[in-house]
């Protein structure tokens, strides 16, 4: 059974910083594209952060240059690391995995910026 778990949210001041992790399990990690994605209360899923199976990242708008996706294919593992945070960055975050028309999601991990 494949599973994405997610850790590492929780409340921050704003500026300050998080790292969210996700651990997969049951697929070969190392052929999907990894990433992250975010929906506030009363907003769509946004994509924000993607890496590819050959380390290829892209970002989405708001978080270029504050926030960093890796990943470690020897521990089936991928990280967010977010700095500079903002209380728009409130959300759930989620982990993706995409491989051709095959796509996992992990249950979320809530991030909260506010003084």
């Known amino acids: 059974q494949v599973q994405l778990v997610e850790s590492g949210g929780g409340l921050v001041q704003p500026g300050g910083s998080l790292r969210l992790s996700c651990a997969a399990s049951?697929?070969?990690?190392?052929?999907?594209?990894m990433g992250w994605f975010r929906q506030a209360p009363g907003k769509q899923r946004e994509l924000v952060a993607v890496i590819s199976s050959g380390s290829l990242t892209s970002y989405g708008n708001s978080v270029k240059g504050r926030f960093t996706i890796s990943r470690d294919n020897a521990k089936n593992m991928v990280y967010l690391q977010m700095n500079s945070l903002k209380p728009e960055d409130t959300a759930v975050y989620y982990c993706?995995?995409?491989?051709?028309?095959?796509?996992?999601w992990g249950q979320g991990t809530q991030v909260t910026v506010s003084s």
């Open positions: 993706n995995a995409i491989r051709v028309a095959v796509e996992y």
């Open positions: 049951s697929i070969t990690f190392s052929n999907y594209r």
